[in-house]
């Protein structure tokens, strides 16, 4: 990787202790060694979700549920419906020809789970009809940074989404998972360039998992 001038100005000509820091920060850019973390909980597809036993119309639907402090959730939503997009479009047919509904903001709260699942059905089903839901909930999107012992300096991004296949007549869930993927390790900084990617590969895991029982 070539050093760029802003890292060779201060190497060359800073004072001793900036020359220090700029190579002590360096050298540890360039031995991170970054590597993916996915853990999944909860309940998977009994078939595949395109496959022959799935007949009829899917849709898909998908919202955000930042926490509190969030930071910047506009740009985060951006990055996310970028990934999302992308990711359906290389999917089978009845992932890349299904009509995507954005549903904003939503509650997810244990309370209002099957208040939700209900609201999502009914805004799909009024005028598409389909058979399937497909309802991706994004929690976290973004990148992480943890500094102190025994680590020192670890981070990279994180994308938490919850994944649902409802029936669209009942609102039964066929599948209901909770998908955390994190990229990074220590000595690992990175910004948010990269977050519509990290979205398709956190769905990448998610869908696959949803279907990795399936016959």
């Not at 000595?187 to 519509?196: N, P, Q, R, W, Y």
Request: proline share 7%; charged share 15%; hydrophobic share 45%.
């Amino acid at each position: 990787m070539p050093l760029s001038a802003p890292i060779l100005y201060p190497l060359q000509r800073g004072p001793e202790w900036l020359r220090l820091a700029c190579a002590v920060v360096l050298l540890l850019a360039l031995g991170a060694c970054a590597s993916t973390q996915v853990s999944t909980q909860g309940r998977t597809l009994a078939h595949s979700l395109c496959g022959p036993a799935a007949a009829g119309t899917t849709v898909v639907l998908w919202g955000t549920h930042w926490r509190a402090d969030q930071k910047e959730p506009a740009a985060r939503t951006a990055a996310a419906q970028r990934g999302i997009s992308d990711f359906l479009a290389r999917q089978p047919d009845c992932l890349s020809s299904a009509p995507v509904v954005a549903l904003g903001a939503v509650d997810e709260r244990p309370a209002n789970a099957s208040l939700w699942s209900a609201a999502i059905v009914a805004t799909a089903s009024a005028a598409l009809r389909p058979e399937r839901l497909v309802a991706i909930t994004v929690h976290e999107l973004g990148p992480r940074l943890q500094i102190g012992l025994p680590m020192g300096v670890e981070g990279g991004t994180e994308v938490v989404i919850d994944l649902r296949v409802l029936d669209a007549n009942t609102a039964d869930p066929l599948a209901d998972l909770h998908t955390r993927w994190r990229h990074g390790g220590p000595f690992v900084i990175k910004g948010v360039a990269t977050l519509s990617q990290d979205m398709q590969s956190a769905l990448a895991e998610a869908f696959g998992r949803a279907s990795a029982t399936a016959h």
